[in-house]
């Protein structure tokens, strides 16, 4: 039986590196529907064209569409011991369709992992995210400064904060990012198929916490 988890997190909490990890631990097809998208826009598959469609209309891509790259993706080698689910489901009604399409292999949801950490926190992480112009480096005003500052200390470009780093936008992507999972933590909680794993801790420790519950989950 191949393993299917689910790992959510806010923008900040460092979702990306622990999903980097736990798919070369676990041998997993680490599958981000960011991604999905990306390829089928790319390759102009019927449904790349299908979701391009909508988004040309400033619209949303109907669940089916997205629901549909998944089950494309489930057909690749590489997601044969299963697949690490990143950024997806993001609604109820995606996670329903989603066990329906799991249910069609005999397969289940093994576990849903849920990284969180206090929204202030999470804006002092992304609020201060500067970039270099030049070489694309990222810095944090308070963590991680350039040496010198406004300079980047790898190519000695001139380091800023892009528009979509800035503290309001990134403080209105973690409010839109909580009020639409906030149904979904419910829905998986009340199944009791999710462990929250406490992101204010070190990378290594959240990735310990994370190892422990998929362990527990078997
Ligand atoms: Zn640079």
New binding site residues.
């Given amino acids: 039986m191949a393993d299917y988890l689910i790992l959510f997190g806010p923008p900040g909490v460092g979702k990306g590196t622990q999903a980097e990890h736990l798919k070369t631990t676990l041998g997993l097809a680490h599958v981000a529907t960011g991604d999905l998208f990306r390829d089928h826009l790319k390759r102009e598959t019927e449904l790349g064209n299908l979701a391009k469609s909508y988004m040309d209309r400033g619209a949303l891509v109907p669940d089916d569409v997205t629901i549909g790259m998944v089950r494309e993706r489930m057909k690749d080698p590489d997601t044969q011991n299963g697949m690490l689910l990143d950024g997806f489901p993001r609604t109820v009604a995606q996670a329903e369709a989603l066990e329906k399409l799991l249910a069609e292999r005999d397969q289940t949801i093994k576990h849903v992992l849920f990284i969180n950490a206090p929204k202030d926190m999470l804006l002092e992480r992304l609020g201060n995210r500067w970039t ?1 112009k ?4 990222i810095y944090n005003a308070n963590t991680k400064p350039p040496k010198n500052a406004g300079v ?6 001139v ?1 800023y904060q892009r528009d979509d780093d800035k503290p309001e936008v990134q403080a209105k992507r973690i409010n839109v990012y909580l009020e639409q999972t906030a149904p979904l933590i419910e829905y998986y909680q009340a199944r009791g198929m999710m462990t929250m794993i406490d992101g204010r801790q070190s990378m290594d420790q959240v990735y310990a916490d994370l190892m422990a519950a998929i362990e527990q989950a078997k």
């Fill in positions: 270099c030049k070489c694309g480096a980047c200390d790898v190519c000695g470009g380091v």
